[in-house]
């Protein structure tokens, strides 16, 4: 595999002075976190997904969320104050946070948006999520994500 991008994650980690390892695998259209996961040996729990979904006003937020979990959308809303929230198309996503879906980070957006984490994630030792680009994941600590985004806790996990 060739060398890891640099990429607007990578950068805002280095200037905030975040450890973090580098980790690169082949990547497969919708083959999501599973895919991944197993190129690098880790458990899916551990692959941290970021996806953008939006408002009814149609304000763009990001939630992190386990890979073997799925988001309640009924239940971010309510603990967000919305009426309802939803998924974004891929194009508004991308638009939002400068990101190809499947290449999206919660670091380094094109626009600001909130950043929601789900709870469970700061139990772990080390999570990996996207580091920017397809087929590519950056490896910290969960702590150090707080270092880097202004983070709010939620509860909205679901078993698949």
């Known amino acids: 595999m060739s060398k890891a991008p640099s990429t607007n994650a990578t950068r805002l980690l280095k200037e905030q002075g975040i450890p973090f390892t580098e980790h ?15 190129a690098l040996g880790v458990a899916e729990h551990c692959v941290i997904k970021t996806l953008v979904m939006e408002d009814e006003q149609g304000a763009p937020l990001i939630i992190l969320m386990h890979g073997d979990r799925e988001v309640s959308t009924k239940e ?6 919305a009426r309802l929230v939803q998924p974004c198309a891929p194009e508004t996503a991308q638009r939002h946070s400068g990101y190809l879906v499947g290449g999206t980070s919660p ?28 087929g590519f994941l950056v ?20 078993v698949p």
């Open 24 to 38: 690169l695998y082949r990547y497969e259209d919708h083959g999501g976190t599973r895919v991944s996961a197993e």
């Open 76 to 81: 971010l809303a309510r603990q967000t104050g």
């Open 107 to 134: 670091l380094g957006t094109l626009k600001a948006m909130p950043v929601l984490m789900e709870a469970t994630i700061l139990d772990l030792p080390r999570i990996y999520l996207n580091g920017g680009s397809r």
């Open 139 to 158: 490896g910290l600590h969960p702590q150090d994500l707080g270092k880097a985004l202004d983070l709010v806790m939620v509860q909205v996990a679901r």
